[in-house]
């Protein structure tokens, strides 16, 4: 299916399924353990070894050898596979460094050795007795030392700069002006489930059972690095416990559970301990963003500059802090650049909604000293510089943009006109009150998604596609399109997922996967009601399915009477054509929050938070509800808690397990609200939705920082804001 064309009134539209506050139809295998999550896959392959890998203690240098003898020597242990043993293996789709083989060391706890042995406790004892020889090399580890110098981030057609009208001299003759720094630190994904993989081979087939978030491109990968025909490579991942961008890409788990059980002649299960989740795989780095706005005294824009300094590993993009300010404000003389600055740390990726999550960390709490500055309402001010075209090209209109409605209804919701305007003017007790507010906004991206559809004899509904489901409900939000496109109960339809031999989908990731994933089984179904409506003789276009039938006119026939002579299949994908071209896609959130800081110690609080969100049709309201209060959850953290701790001296991130790196637990979380506007958007899919989960998240760090600086009127620019950066500033008790 080509989508080219918004769409008009379509079966999904009925909403009779679709729309419904609907529970998880997973949720009892979950609930019960009986999920199967990769590492725990036990049935799907005979005779499973156990490995465990053997990290560097170095951040960067060679391995000059690796004596495996002792280790060898151990009871249980099958072998040991090394990575001088193999050469270094090309870049997957989405990696920096080689994952593994050579010599050359580019990180702390890059995976160097994997012992192979009957029982994980075998493994482990072993791993600990493999020695090597280190030749270290000086390294550089400092975001800070090296941020002075870093240069512009280089893209296909230059340095990744944009420039609209005359920033200097707009900036320098406007009447209210400020000139603000702000900093946000290195973080990791942190989910509940390592990255894990089993590999089995037949002949020159493998199979990895693995947590992944995007099969077919991990599928192309594994074949790259393996010089593997991707016929011959087949993955499945049917549930993850959390990804968060962690799992877009193959990681070091599968490679090396893939070459020992070639080795050992036998399947192999690899899982990352949790030191190697936060260092072997991928976080989100550090940044420092300087923000100048110049404005009229009514509150307009009329310069806007945003620069931010992130690192990486050489040959890796940072952390696009800029991009959300170069479509969320209108502005007629716009600045934005990128830096990076080439660390020897673990490699920076995607983290849930990659750029916007720091970069509105930044802007929203620069917006704010704005408004202080003017004496404006922050609601306000952002209200007055909203714009329905994209800023750097007013030509192309947004699809959809319901920023001030969010606003205004969260605004009213949370009651934000009882706010205390004066920072530190509201106690209770020996309590600070204070509230805050900020934009959250989140791209929309179209992609290709393909499912495939199998109508069996007794009336029953089989969906196959390889999308994933990373906690995010994409079981149910693809049974309510199919029930819905069928006419049948949810009951009657099944779902298959994560499994690379099935059509390939869109994956989980970046916000895409909802509207994009229904969006193919939509096609298929479309396709599947043409086939059925043509044995019949009816018209597609006209017939309505429903109750187990498909009716025209005054005919009626049961589905089942359609596959009397067997079952039907039909499989189609939804392609784009130039919609995302001509019109700016997004979602838009106003998120507000109420904090309680101790007056005597400092101690902040979470008390209240709510997020009003348009982000198109919602499928599923429960689900897109737990995606948002999860996403606020973590935008808790990134304000109050969490910073990966660098050793600059050594190059690694101390605080590399779930003890030392402090994410909320339910203590730390109060009441949350979500509300959801009525929005549909015929340009972004044909299911007119835009996609929820990362929404959630961006925006509440600034909203904490701001309500912060509300109840005690210090105003802290270095995330996360924790006592050493306010406790001597707090107002005299």
């Known amino acids: 299916m080509k989508y080219s064309t918004p769409a008009g009134d379509t079966v999904i539209d009925r909403q009779r399924v679709v729309g419904q506050p609907t529970t998880r139809i997973d949720g009892p295998l979950k609930v019960t353990g009986h999920a199967p999550y990769a590492y725990e896959r036990h049935d799907v392959a005979a005779n499973q070894a156990y490995g465990y890998i053997v990290p560097s203690a170095i951040a960067k240098g060679k391995v000059r050898a690796i004596d495996t003898r002792e280790a060898q020597a151990q009871p249980g242990v099958i072998t040991v596979l090394t990575t001088t043993e193999v050469d270094e293996l090309p870049l997957g789709m989405g990696h920096t460094v080689p994952l593994f083989g050579g010599s050359q060391i580019r990180f702390y706890h890059q995976a160097l050795a994997l012992v192979v042995a009957e029982t994980f406790e075998q493994a482990r004892a072993a791993a600990h007795l493999v020695r090597v020889d280190y030749e270290r090399e000086a390294g550089n580890h400092d975001l800070h030392a090296l941020a002075p110098n870093a240069p512009l981030v280089e ?3 230059g340095p990744d700069v944009s420039k609209v009208g005359d920033f200097d001299a707009a900036y320098a003759s406007a009447p209210v002006s400020i000139d603000v720094t702000y900093e946000t ?5 942190a989910m509940m489930e390592p990255h894990a993989s089993i590999a089995a081979w037949e002949g020159e087939k493998l199979t990895l059972w693995t947590s992944n978030q995007m099969i077919a491109w991990s599928k192309q990968a594994v074949a790259k690095l393996l010089d593997m025909d991707p016929a011959n490579v087949r993955l499945d991942s049917p549930f993850l416990g959390g990804g968060f961008g962690a799992k877009l890409f193959v990681r070091v788990d599968a490679v090396v559970a893939a070459l020992a059980a070639k080795k050992a002649g036998r399947p192999v299960k690899v899982m990352l301990d949790r030191p190697l989740v936060f260092n072997n795989t991928t976080h989100r780095s550090a940044t420092i963003q300087r923000l100048r706005f110049g404005a009229e005294r009514d509150g307009r824009l009329t310069a806007i500059s945003h620069e931010c300094t992130s690192g990486n590993l050489a040959g890796q993009e940072g952390e696009n802090g800029i991009a959300q300010t170069r479509l969320l404000y209108a502005g007629a003389n716009r600045y934005t650049a990128q830096r990076i600055a080439r660390l020897d740390l673990p490699e920076a990726n995607a983290m849930r909604a990659p750029g916007e999550t720091a970069g509105l960390m930044a802007l929203e709490g620069a917006m704010d000293e704005l408004a202080e500055k003017l004496g404006m309402d922050p609601v306000e001010l952002r ?39 004066t920072p530190g003017g509201m106690r209770e007790g020996r309590w600070l009150i204070g509230h805050g507010m900020a ?19 007794n009336g029953k509904l089989t969906v196959e596609t390889d999308m994933t489901d990373i906690g995010t409900g994409s079981y149910t939000i693809l049974a309510q399109t199919a029930a819905e496109m069928l006419g049948l109960p949810l009951e009657d339809v099944t779902v298959t997922l994560g499994d690379s031999d099935m059509p390939a989908s869109c994956g989980s990731g970046g916000q895409w996967g909802a509207q994009n994933s229904t969006s193919g089984v939509y096609a298929a179904c479309v396709k599947l009601r043409e086939d059925i409506a043509q044995r019949f003789a009816m018209d597609p276009n006209v017939a309505e399915f429903a109750d187990g039938e498909i009716r025209a006119g005054s005919e009626s026939r049961k589905l089942t009477e359609a596959t009397a002579s067997g079952e039907i299949v039909a499989e189609d994908s939804v392609e784009y054509d130039e919609l995302s071209e001509k019109y700016q896609q997004s979602t838009f959130a106003g998120h507000f929050v109420e904090i309680a800081v101790d007056a005597y110690t400092g101690e902040t609080y979470v008390r209240r938070m709510l997020a009003a969100c348009a982000a198109g049709r919602i499928l599923n309201p429960i689900s897109a509800r737990s995606q948002v209060i999860g996403a606020m959850t973590m935008g808790v953290g990134g304000a109050l808690t969490e910073e990966l701790a660098v050793d600059t001296r050594f190059g690694f991130f101390v605080n590399h397990d779930l003890a030392g790196y402090e994410v909320p637990v339910h203590a730390d979380i109060p009441h949350q609200e979500v509300i959801f506007l009525d929005e549909l958007d015929a340009i972004a899919s044909p299911m007119k939705a835009k996609g929820v989960g990362e929404l959630g998240l961006c925006g509440v760090g600034a909203a904490v920082a701001n309500a912060l600086y509300n109840a005690t009127g210090v105003r802290v620019r270095e995330y996360p804001l924790t006592l050493d950066k306010y406790l001597d500033k707090l107002p005299a008790v």
Request: one cysteine or more; proline letters at 6%; glycine letters at 6%.
């Open 383 to 421: 209200i007055v510089n909203d714009t329905q075209v994209d800023p750097e090209t007013p030509n192309r209109p947004y699809s959809s943009r319901m920023m001030v409605e969010c606003l205004r209804r969260g605004a009213e919701a949370f009651g934000w006109d009882k706010r205390n305007k």
């Open 185 to 189: 630190p290195h973080e990791s994904h």
């Open 155 to 157: 893209g296909s057609d």
């Open 439 to 457: 934009v959250g906004f989140r791209n929309s991206v179209q992609m290709k998604s393909a499912a495939r559809v199998r109508l069996s004899n």
